[in-house]
């Protein structure tokens, strides 16, 4: 069902891409006559909408009552897209540890990977505050990398330690989930 929320969504993956192109091509704003930190405004521009729908989309959600299936789904789904996106992007420019980077993508991978199979499962494994707190430290990361900022690095690898634990919590959190259904 398409509703609000799950537009907000598919907004977020339509940006991903759009804000990856812009990190890779600082060429196309200094072959303009544009300084390059324009890139670094636009592409940061970008991230910055598109995880400001991320909020939104949840709260329109939950007070609509507009929660669905499908934005169940989409949503990490766009949440990941959108993070890959900008780290890959960063990475590949050289403003980002590819060990960083390969650790979060593994982890995000997985983790959908395993809440795919709780779903199938009928088990809902709901983002915990760790999980939650990883996702704001990952965007801030990404924005100070993104602008050049002082703290960028320091910020990614204090992301890839709550990537890791939150990791371990969704791993605990889907055990549990699994033996309580046995029982």
């Known amino acids: 069902m398409l509703n609000l929320p799950n537009l907000l969504a598919f907004s977020r993956i339509l940006l991903a891409p759009l804000m990856f192109w812009i990190i890779l091509n600082p060429d196309f704003v200094t072959e303009n006559g544009y300084h390059i ?3 670094y405004y636009t592409a940061s521009l970008l991230f910055v909408l598109a995880s400001v729908t991320d909020f939104f989309d949840g709260f329109i959600a939950r007070e609509w009552n507009q929660m669905t299936m499908l934005g169940s789904i989409i949503d990490p789904l766009a949440d990941k897209m959108l993070i890959i996106a900008a780290f ?4 590949m420019i050289g403003e980002a540890s590819a060990w960083a980077i390969y650790i979060i993508i593994i982890r995000e991978l997985f983790i959908t990977g395993i809440r795919t199979v709780a779903l199938g499962e009928g088990l809902d494994i709901k983002a915990s505050w760790a ?5 704001v430290v990952q965007m801030i990361a990404i924005g100070f990398l993104l602008m050049h900022w002082p703290l960028g690095t320091e910020l ?12 371990f919590e969704y791993l605990y959190g ?3 989930a699994i033996l309580k259904g046995k029982n």
């Open 88 to 91: 890959l992007g960063l990475m």
């Open 37 to 39: 930190s324009w890139n």
């Open 174 to 176: 889907f055990r549990s």
């Open 156 to 167: 990614l690898w204090l992301a890839v330690a709550l990537t890791l634990y939150s990791g």
């Open 131 to 135: 999980g939650k707190v990883k996702t």
